[in-house]
C-alpha cells in the first residue's frame, strides 16, 4: 500500500543541500521506498542530487509517497522535518 502526504516548504531558503541531506539520511533509516512530488516533477527521496533538482523554494507544496511496512513511521519522520522547517529559525 502506498500512503501520502502533502508538505509545505516553509524554511526561509527552501530545499537546498541541508534539508536535503536531513530527508535523505531519515527516510534511509526506513526500509519504504520514499517519492517527492513538486508539480510533474518526481524524485527518489533517498537521493540528494535528485531531491536537489527540484528546486523547491520557501511555499512550494510538495507531495510525498511511501511505500513499504514501515511507511506511515517513514512519512512522520520526513513531515517532522518539514513542520521544524530543518531546524532553521531565520
Known amino acids: ?51 536537489m533538482t527540484l528546486n523547491a523554494g520557501l511555499g512550494t507544496e510538495l507531495e510525498l509517497s511511501a511505500r513499504g511496512r514501515d511507511a506511515e513511521r517513514c512519512l512522520a519522520a520526513i513531515e517532522a522535518l518539514f513542520a521544524g522547517r530543518f531546524g532553521e529559525t531565520a
Open 1 to 51: 500500500m502506498e500512503l501520502r502526504r502533502t508538505v509545505r516548504v516553509s524554511n526561509d531558503h527552501g530545499l537546498h543541500a541541508r534539508p536535503c541531506h536531513s530527508i535523505v539520511s531519515a527516510a534511509q533509516s526506513f526500509e519504504s521506498d520514499l517519492r517527492i512530488r513538486s508539480g510533474t516533477r518526481e524524485v527518489n527521496g533517498k537521493s540528494i542530487l535528485e531531491l
